[in-house]
Each structure stands twice: as structure tokens, then as C-alpha cells.
């Protein structure tokens, strides 16, 4: 096999498409066996929805998710501002909403179209690497219901033979087997912080297609639209952390927090409070093993900049592997450009060895704030700073992560 990916979420079924559509051969391992009963909602860029179009996703995409075309932003009750996603370039300028259980099986689909092989229920335990491939042993994680019938259920942690890939690209999360075994650290950027998540029932009315930031210097929360009648608030906290997340407590934060949101919920869908790390991975790969999604970084859910990083990373490793597979001269030191490129983006969107210049509207601190909650990275983050009147510079002495 020339790649493995290690992990079935999004990102890595995501990478998987990209290998093909480069003429890799692929396969995916994923501990995983069934579908959650739900999930929570997450937001894909523009340029997430331009690597999409390039698949051909684009259609089965907009039939499950929802358009979301502007981002307020406001202070103390009061607009101050407006990101309009449609001044961006490109043949998507907006973000579109839905449940990560939704873009998963869009994708599933989507790679048993291509024929690319899923082996559900299977853990990598080990991984070694060699000058030319990458050993992984793999165990049984259980057989699901609907094979059990047939084949009876096999043993829990039965071993299967050794798989080896020329590349394994790790997927598999914030609990990184595949990151351990290839020697990388997580380190950490900043404090973690604490956020409450609802997602409700509610007549949206004119806010159907709008996003909404309330900004502070010390805390921020994001409104984003599911559909015409069902929203997300997520809130960052420093109290009611354990709490159960309740309908009394979404009515207190909004009454403190966004006394002009009218549409009154009606029910709560899913709900929880979770802690965020702000940590990114020393070195995005090693060797052989390269790291995508959540086994590479982690950070506020606001603009949801974690999933969507990964789409970038996982095409953009796609190319890289093709291309020292097939010898193309290009393709020498790729993956270092990569790494290089990947590191600077997050010291931007981390604030680490950059800095944030606001020309009026908004504070340093509320302008360094934003950046996390706007759902953009790259050139698109740029120009949607700059319609606050925000830049993100790189500081005189920026050096790497952790450095």
C-alpha cells in the first residue's frame, strides 16, 4: 500500500479522497464502528468548500448544510462592525453549517464511490518506521451488530496482520497514538478555556443567514444559524463549569451576554460545556507519518479554524506524497515547505510571533480575540481583518512554536 490514514472522521476520509484523486493508492483504518446518534454542528470555510468543489462534493454538500453569509460583530449590546463574507473571492463566499455526522457519511460515501477500502473496528496499537515504509499492527475493536449475525462476533483485541504503507497520514485525533509513536509533542500556546455549547430550536427570522460575535477584552461568544429554525451559542465561561448546560442557563447568558438576540429558544437540541487547549504539535510530521486535523493542533471552537485546517492540510499533504512517490523534481523538500507553511499559519491564527494592529474600531486584546472567531485562515482571514480594520503582523522575533 502506498498510504495509510489512520482515522475516519472527516479530515482523514477527507485525505483519503484527495490521495486518490492523485492516483495514490489509499486505504483508511478507523477504531471506530458506528455512526454517533448525534453530533455537533461545525462551519466550512470557503476555502474548505473550494477543495470541496475540486472533488466534486459541492452538490451533495449543499444539500445537507446551510449558508451562512455575514459575521457581525458586537460590544456591550451594540453592533460595531460587519464581516461580509461575500466580498470574498472565489466561487463560495460564505460558510456553510452542519452536523460533523452528516459531512462524515457524505464522505463515507463518497469513498465507497471511488472504491478506496474502510477498515472499521480496527486500532493502530504500533507503528514503526523504516527507511522506506511504515509498519502499523493493528488489533480488532469488536464486530458490529449487523455482522455479528453472520459471521458471529469476533474477539475483542484479536491481532491482525501487520500493514505496511509507504506513508501514513495520522488523522486520528487529539489522543494521537500515530503522533506519540513518531516521537511529536504537543505543546502548549496558551490557557485552555471553558465554553458552553447550545444548539436550539427556534423562528430565526432575519438572522437565518447571520452570524454574530459579542466581544469583550476578556471573553467572547459566537451565534451561528443551523438552519432556519435551529441555532448555536457557544459562550465562553469561567462560571457554571460543572453545570449541566440547561435552557435557564442559555437564557441567563444571552439576557448578560446578547440582551438583542429576539429569537427566543425553544428547545434544546444538544448542549454540554467543554474545556478547549490551545496547543499545536512541535513538528507536523516525522519521517514517514504526517499529521492532519486534531492530531495536530487544538483551539476555540468559535470559528471553527481545528476541522478546517485540516481539510487544508490533508490536501496539501496529498500533493506532497504524490509527488515524492512519482519522483517529480518539485516535489523535493515538500514536506518541510509544508511544515514551514503549516507552523506560520498557526502562529498567526495563535497570535504567537505575530501581533495584532487595530486602526480604531476595536481594542488589541478584542482584535487578537477575533482572530480565532472569524471562519476564515490564509489570505481569506486577511481579508476579513481588514474589513474591521485589522492586521495580523509578524513580530521581529517570531521563531517557531515553543521555541
Do not use: K
Amino acid at each position: 500500500m502506498e498510504a495509510y490514514v489512520v482515522g475516519g472522521g472527516p479530515v482523514g476520509l477527507f485525505a483519503a479522497a484527495c490521495l486518490h484523486e492523485r492516483g495514490v493508492e489509499v486505504a483508511v483504518v478507523d477504531a471506530e464502528c458506528e455512526r454517533p446518534v448525534r453530533s455537533y454542528a461545525c462551519g466550512l470555510h470557503p476555502e474548505t468548500l473550494r477543495l470541496f468543489d475540486r472533488m466534486g462534493l459541492m452538490p451533495a454538500l449543499q444539500e445537507v448544510a446551510h449558508r451562512v453569509d455575514r459575521v457581525f460583530i458586537s460590544r456591550a449590546g451594540e453592533r460595531v462592525a460587519a464581516a461580509d463574507l461575500g466580498a470574498l473571492a472565489g466561487p463560495f463566499p460564505h460558510v456553510l453549517t452542519l452536523r460533523q455526522s452528516d459531512l462524515r457519511d457524505l464522505l463515507a460515501v463518497e469513498l465507497g464511490r471511488l472504491g478506496i477500502e474502510v477498515c472499521a473496528r480496527q486500532e493502530v496499537t504500533e507503528l514503526t518506521q523504516s527507511d522506506d515504509f511504515v509498519w502499523t499492527q493493528v488489533v480488532s475493536t469488536g464486530t458490529s451488530p449487523e455482522d455479528a449475525s453472520e459471521t458471529g462476533p469476533a474477539p475483542s483485541g484479536a491481532i491482525q496482520a501487520a500493514r505496511r504503507a509507504a506513508y501514513v497520514i495520522a488523522a486520528d485525533g487529539y489522543d494521537s497514538m500515530c503522533r506519540d509513536a513518531a516521537g511529536i509533542e504537543l505543546i502548549d500556546l496558551q490557557q485552555s478555556e471553558a465554553f458552553a455549547m447550545f444548539e436550539f430550536e427556534a423562528d430565526l427570522g432575519e438572522l437565518e443567514h447571520e452570524a454574530h460575535v459579542v466581544v469583550s477584552a476578556d471573553e467572547v461568544s459566537a451565534f451561528w444559524p443551523l438552519g432556519p429554525r435551529e441555532g448555536r451559542w457557544t459562550f465562553q465561561i469561567r462560571e457554571h463549569l460543572h453545570e449541566a448546560p440547561s435552557m435557564d442557563l442559555l437564557t441567563e447568558l444571552l439576557e448578560r451576554r446578547a440582551p438583542w438576540f429576539r429569537p427566543r429558544p425553544e428547545q434544546l437540541a444538544w448542549s454540554t460545556t467543554a474545556h478547549f487547549e490551545r496547543r499545536i504539535a512541535r513538528r507536523f510530521g516525522a519521517g514517514r507519518v504526517w499529521l492532519a486535523g486534531d492530531s495536530a493542533h487544538v483551539t476555540s471552537p468559535l470559528g471553527f479554524q481545528n476541522m478546517n485546517r485540516g481539510f487544508v492540510e490533508a490536501s496539501e499533504l496529498a500533493a506532497v506524497i504524490s509527488g515524492t512517490l512519482q519522483g517529480e523534481p518539485a516535489a523535493a523538500g515538500g514536506f518541510e515547505r509544508l511544515e514551514r507553511g503549516q507552523q506560520a499559519e498557526w502562529r498567526r491564527l495563535f497570535g504567537r510571533g505575530a501581533r495584532v494592529i487595530s486602526l480604531g474600531r476595536f481594542s488589541v486584546a478584542e482584535g487578537a480575540r477575533l482572530v480565532s472567531c472569524l471562519p476564515a485562515s490564509g489570505r481569506d482571514l486577511d481579508a476579513l481583518l481588514g474589513q474591521l480594520d485589522l492586521r495580523v503582523v509578524p513580530c521581529w522575533a517570531s521563531g517557531r512554536p515553543g521555541s
